[in-house]
């Protein structure tokens, strides 16, 4: 199997180069723009846009062969990925441009590229560091884009591309419960605790609103003080999220890679719009919104590829709120767990409940047949089985493997007879 990175490197680029670079980056956002409003607005084959608009496309915007291709390969990507996503195309801005191999090359003895720009093949030193040039040594790219930046700065990202053995299959399940008390909590104990994290994003909320309030008011130099250090801040706590979710989903990869396990964690697809939707104040709705879980997951989602480690997503629901011995649902307050059962009365920490229940779900989807999520509850002379209480997202559902006799009583749970009743896990 083939698996793609990207490594982002800088470009030391002098005021020359730097003016064709920009000319070169309009050109292909405006050739985009016309390829846009000038094919039919369905077409998405390359070939069939080649023959339709080549000739026209290197006449006009003076770009290259291959460049012109790539510009007409922008557009039917764009179009197939905002129709598979239904949202409406946006405009094509001077911003980047994708290179192939016919106009790219690395060169690795002096760490520079050579790139064909609108009139002449330029050669730039890459700005990088240990970590990008132990990335690139002995690799030979076949494909990169050349990317502009807000602050000004020349990036060229560069495609790797690895070779990786297929998904080992394993019975063992790291699960990890995703939260906003702990950022992650796994089923093996480990966990990152969200309170520094929380402490420091309340610390940039506060610094923001006060330097928003200073850049409105105040004298004509502090407001443009202000707007230059919120300027300064404002990629911060987003690079900070960034290097946090890194070191968290590398921690998890690199453990069930080492122990041959497969990571298991919540498939919160959507939790936000569900989430927002019940009445809650500004400063709760900041903390649950600003912490991206979908960056980990993407994280998660790389890493495990390169290191063929299988990823299951699994349902939210109750995972947090079901005791992980019994499998029911109990009083969760806060940081504190208790469970209902008069059998159990099992108390643990909520998050590291969670990740066992998902552990427990990742391994009944990793395991044909199932887990034998069941358990035995008695009161008094009857006994009865709780069943699966995943496996229709809310409560009690039925359990695929056996049919349990249809008398459920006023508690809810269903009724079995004793021969069929699992052990409890
Ligand atoms: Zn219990």
């Known amino acids: 199997m083939k698996a793609i990175t990207t490594v982002a490197c800088k ?14 980056l309009f050109m292909f956002a405006a050739a985009c723009e016309w390829v ?24 006009q915007f003076g770009l290259s062969a291959n460049l012109a291709i790539q510009a007409l390969r922008r557009v039917c990507s764009n179009r197939k990925t905002v129709k598979q996503k239904n949202r409406n195309l946006r405009k094509f801005s001077p911003t980047s441009a994708t290179y192939d191999a016919r106009i790219f090359s690395f060169r690795e003895s002096d760490w520079s590229i050579s790139i064909k ?10 700005h990088i560091g240990n970590y990008q040039r132990g990335i690139l040594k002995g690799q030979d790219p076949k494909a990169a884009t050349l990317v502009k930046r807000r602050n000004g700065d020349y990036y060229i990202h560069i495609n790797l591309e690895h070779d990786v053995p ?14 906003r008390v702990d950022i992650c909590h796994t089923s093996e104990g480990d966990k990152w605790d969200g309170q520094k994290l929380k402490a420091k994003r309340n610390h940039y909320a506060w610094l923001r609103l006060i330097l928003q309030k200073k850049a409105s008011s105040g004298t004509r130099s502090s407001r443009r003080r202000c707007r ?8 911060k706590e987003k690079r ?8 968290i989903s590398r921690r998890l990869v690199d453990k069930a890679a080492t122990n041959g396990q497969a990571i298991a964690i919540e498939d919160l697809t959507g939790i936000r719009e569900r989430t927002n939707q019940k ?37 939210p629901a109750y995972t947090s709120v079901s005791c992980h011995k019994c499998l029911h649902i109990g009083n969760r307050n806060g940081k504190s767990f208790r469970c209902i059962n008069p059998e159990c009365l099992n108390r643990c920490d909520p998050d590291y409940q969670g990740a066992l229940n998902i552990a427990a779900l990742g391994r009944s989807i990793n395991t044909p047949g199932g887990s034998g999520l069941a358990c035995r509850v008695s009161f008094g002379v009857r006994e009865y089985i709780q069943l ?33 009743i699992r052990p409890a896990v």
Request: with cysteine; hydrophobic share 30%.
């Open 166 to 179: 297929d998904r080992f299959t394993t019975k063992k399940v790291l699960g990890c419960d995703l939260g």
């Open 240 to 247: 900070f999220q960034q290097h946090v979710n890194h070191v």
């Open 36 to 59: 846009n409003a000038n094919t039919p607005k369905d077409l998405t084959n390359k070939t069939k846009m080649q023959k339709l608009v080549y000739n026209q496309v290197r006449e």
């Open 117 to 126: 720009l609108l009139k002449n093949r330029v050669k730039i030193p890459l």
């Open 388 to 420: 699966n209480l995943f496996a229709d997202g809310c409560g009690l559902g039925g359990f695929p493997h056996e049919q349990p006799v249809q008398d459920g009583d006023n508690l809810g749970l269903l009724k079995t007879s004793s021969s069929s």
């Open 279 to 315: 009445p809650r104040s500004k400063t709760e709705r900041r903390h649950s919104n600003n912490w991206s879980f979908y960056m980990l997951r993407q994280f998660l989602t790389y890493k495990c590829v390169l290191k063929s480690v299988p990823l299951i997503l699994v349902n």
């Open 11 to 24: 470009l030391q680029v002098d005021k020359n180069i730097s003016a064709e670079i920009d000319e070169t």
């Open 228 to 235: 230059q250090l919120l300027q300064r801040l404002s990629g």
